[in-house]
């Protein structure tokens, strides 16, 4: 049975030209700085948000855990959004290993929150607050429907954060896709923040690695904040390989991703027992609702997964799906039809 995995985009596979990358990489020792590949893909990395210097890391969290900690220090605060990732899905690791005070800004259904929310968190000089060190933000939003946050909004409360002496980093685990969607420079999306991530292992099919960028300075201090975190790699070309594969050819091609979200979108509408918000599919990832008592989210999941369709359930009604480089147009006809004979039939 074909298996259509629209769990997430973390599931991609390396394609064939990232695994004779991964067979050729030229190794060395990274924590000597002598990887030629990786040495090669961060250069690339930066380059290509416009930024000094970049840092492979593990992982998306790793890179949203190294930024915090590299620019906060122990009882200092953040200002994010209560539906970001990092709040929501980092086991708190900012808190636990940082002694870092999340301050949580309501989202607003795009991904953004609102610049008076972020102003009237931001401290005081007051003996009895933490102090205010840094605004994250997240692009695309993933708990936002995949929202892309525009170039002048990211400007726009980088603009207030200097004013008020404090950072910006960026969770971009997505960014390239919001770039594509919005059809920008990636750059237009990063040249006003202090530091970001992003994520080679989602929509960009690399089976690892997520890449910190910013300053010469900060990922100096990025690279000592990593090796704390044990996070020192040594032949990390064989990730890096990919890596570079998947900046060079994977990131036009999430065009595909958004037109299938889109596809798989205007069916669901048509399904009798099943909503979606049309207009706030902008990219990969897409949420819908269980308008029908007959059947919970969980219970259609298990019907999906007989058949070969999995899903991810994200509430008692609410489910998610995200398409990628796995993922064809006659997959997505596929799923709309086992989706709408389980609906009809249940
Ligand atoms: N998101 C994953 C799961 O953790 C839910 C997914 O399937 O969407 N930032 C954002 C915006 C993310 O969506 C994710 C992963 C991360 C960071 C963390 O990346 P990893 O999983 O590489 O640590």
């Known amino acids: 049975m074909r298996i259509i995995d629209l769990r997430s985009d973390t599931v991609t596979l390396p394609t064939p030209a990232m695994r004779e990358a991964i067979y050729r990489a030229e190794l060395g020792d990274d924590v000597f700085g002598e990887d030629p590949t990786t040495n090669r893909l961060e250069k690339m990395a930066a380059q290509r948000v416009g930024k000094e210097a970049a840092l492979l890391v ?24 209560d539906q970001s990732h990092t709040f929501l899905y980092e086991a708190g690791g900012m808190s636990a290993l940082g002694g870092i005070h999340p301050h949580t800004v309501a989202n607003q259904p795009d991904g953004t929150m609102q610049l008076a929310d972020i102003e009237a968190a931001i401290r005081g000089s007051n003996v009895h607050f933490p102090r205010t060190r840094l605004i994250c933000l997240e692009n695309t ?59 080679l292992s989602k929509g960009l099919s690399a089976p690892v690695g997520s890449l910190v960028c910013g300053s010469a300075d900060f990922i100096a201090e990025a690279r000592r904040t990593r090796k704390v975190l044990g996070g020192g790699m040594r032949q990390s070309g064989v990730i890096a390989a990919a890596g570079i594969v998947a900046l060079e050819q994977m990131v036009e091609r999430t065009a595909e991703d958004h037109r299938n979200a889109r596809r798989l979108a205007e069916g669901i509408v048509r399904i009798r027992g099943l909503s979606i918000d049309l207009p706030k599919v902008q990219t990969n990832i897409l949420y819908f609702q269980m308008t029908t008592e007959r059947l919970t989210a969980s219970q259609l999941v298990a019907e999906l997964n007989k058949r070969g369709v999995k899903v991810l359930c994200v509430g008692a009604n609410r489910l998610r799906a995200v398409t990628h480089y796995g993922i064809s147009r006659e997959d997505i006809d596929l799923t709309l039809a086992v989706l709408g004979e389980l609906m009809n039939t249940s």
């Open 58 to 81: 593990a992982s998306g969290t790793m890179g949203n855990l190294v930024c915090s900690l590299t620019h906060c220090g122990r009882g200092e605060e953040v200002i994010l959004g």
């Open 141 to 199: 939003h993933n708990r936002c429907h995949g929202s892309a946050l525009t170039p002048e909004y990211t400007d726009a409360v980088a603009a207030l954060a200097r004013e008020r002496g404090l950072r910006v980093y960026l969770d971009g685990a997505r960014v390239f896709n919001a770039a594509v969607a919005l059809n920008v420079d990636v750059r237009e999306l990063t040249r006003s923040v202090n530091s970001l991530s992003f994520c």
